[in-house]
């Protein structure tokens, strides 16, 4: 634990107050870097606020998906097993080099996307992933395609709501949308939070396929420049390592700010069974 976890960071926490380099001298700087940070670097906040995007859209609608294919999948169809490991396969590659690699090819220019969309008779397509508007959204779409861990999470925690819940409701005459929103969201609300925060965590974190698909530069016009991708420049290509391990205790913090507030209001919308 030492020395492969708590080691590693109290030397970048360290090296986080420092002017380092792999080569030269390490010199003592204090906050410099911070300050840095958000005075003196619009890439930085160029970088939050397109991983403030990403984590903003894609984790929403990639638990919404995953819930509705769970429910679908609750309803008692033949073949569950099959349909639930077809559907969990893109959660396992999906931050793969190698799906990030045929992403990138099926949103370019001459992608399937664009074959697809020219045959029903669409014009004048664009370069999804070479074009600022675009580009963040093809990763959204593939955070989003990556819904199956949540869903298989969903699916366990819809199996726990007893039947007779909704056997109760159908007999006061509860439609579907009144028996979602009144029995199945506050049952498997434990399950909603919890996936909320991995989910949440897992997208603040994301590199691979902002690195595979812009080549590694964020492009275009930083358009897809996610906060980890920008720590990773300054560390590896601009040598600035006390920089970039500064960048990297502040990720902690804003993870560790968003976990506590999902926590701390937790208790407004999360039922127990006790409850």
């Given at each position: 634990m030492f020395a492969i976890t708590l080691g590693p960071m109290v030397a970048s926490l360290l090296l986080s107050f420092t002017d380092y380099s792999f080569i030269g001298s390490t010199d003592w700087i204090g906050v410099e870097n911070y300050e840095r940070m958000f005075t003196a670097d619009a890439r930085f906040l160029s970088s939050l606020g397109v991983t403030f995007t990403y984590v903003f859209i894609s984790v929403p609608l990639q638990l919404a998906i995953a819930l509705l294919i769970a429910m679908v999948?609750?309803?008692?169809?033949?073949?569950?097993?099959?349909?639930?490991?077809?559907?969990?396969?893109?959660?396992?590659?999906?931050?793969?080099?190698?799906?990030?690699?045929?992403?990138?090819?099926?949103?370019?220019?001459?992608?399937?996307?664009?074959?697809?969309?020219?045959?029903?008779?669409?014009?004048?397509?664009?370069?999804?992933?070479?074009?600022?508007?675009?580009?963040?959204?093809?990763?959204?779409?593939?955070?989003?395609?990556?819904?199956?861990?949540?869903?298989?999470?969903?699916?366990?925690?819809?199996?726990?709501?007893?039947?007779?819940?909704?056997?109760?409701?159908?007999?006061?005459?509860?439609?579907?949308?009144?028996?979602?929103?009144?029995?199945?969201?506050?049952?498997?609300?434990?399950?909603?939070?919890?996936?909320?925060?991995?989910?949440?965590?897992?997208?603040?974190?994301?590199?691979t396929q902002a690195y595979i698909v812009s080549g590694g530069s964020g492009g275009p016009v930083d358009s897809t420049l996610f906060y980890t991708l920008y720590l990773y420049q300054k560390a590896f290509r601009d040598f600035d390592m006390g920089y970039a391990s500064a960048m990297a205790w502040v990720l902690l913090l804003i993870i560790g700010l968003f976990t506590w507030l999902a926590f701390a209001t937790s208790n407004r919308w999360v039922r127990y069974g006790e409850e």
């Amino acid at each position: 634990m030492f020395a492969i976890t708590l080691g590693p960071m109290v030397a970048s926490l360290l090296l986080s107050f420092t002017d380092y380099s792999f080569i030269g001298s390490t010199d003592w700087i204090g906050v410099e870097n911070y300050e840095r940070m958000f005075t003196a670097d619009a890439r930085f906040l160029s970088s939050l606020g397109v991983t403030f995007t990403y984590v903003f859209i894609s984790v929403p609608l990639q638990l919404a998906i995953a819930l509705l294919i769970a429910m679908v999948l609750n309803q008692g169809l033949r073949g569950l097993a099959f349909y639930r490991s077809v559907y969990y396969l893109p959660s396992l590659i999906g931050s793969s080099v190698a799906v990030a690699i045929l992403w990138r090819q099926i949103f370019g220019a001459e992608g399937l996307v664009n074959q697809v969309l020219g045959m029903l008779g669409a014009e004048n397509l664009p370069n999804w992933i070479g074009t600022p508007d675009f580009a963040l959204g093809t990763l959204v779409t593939l955070n989003v395609w990556t819904f199956g861990s949540p869903m298989v999470i969903f699916l366990a925690g819809l199996r726990q709501v007893p039947p007779e819940l909704y056997e109760a409701a159908a007999v006061d005459g509860a439609g579907p949308w009144i028996k979602f929103w009144r029995i199945t969201v506050p049952m498997i609300s434990p399950v909603i939070f919890f996936n909320l925060v991995l989910q949440m965590i897992h997208a603040f974190q994301t590199f691979t396929q902002a690195y595979i698909v812009s080549g590694g530069s964020g492009g275009p016009v930083d358009s897809t420049l996610f906060y980890t991708l920008y720590l990773y420049q300054k560390a590896f290509r601009d040598f600035d390592m006390g920089y970039a391990s500064a960048m990297a205790w502040v990720l902690l913090l804003i993870i560790g700010l968003f976990t506590w507030l999902a926590f701390a209001t937790s208790n407004r919308w999360v039922r127990y069974g006790e409850e």
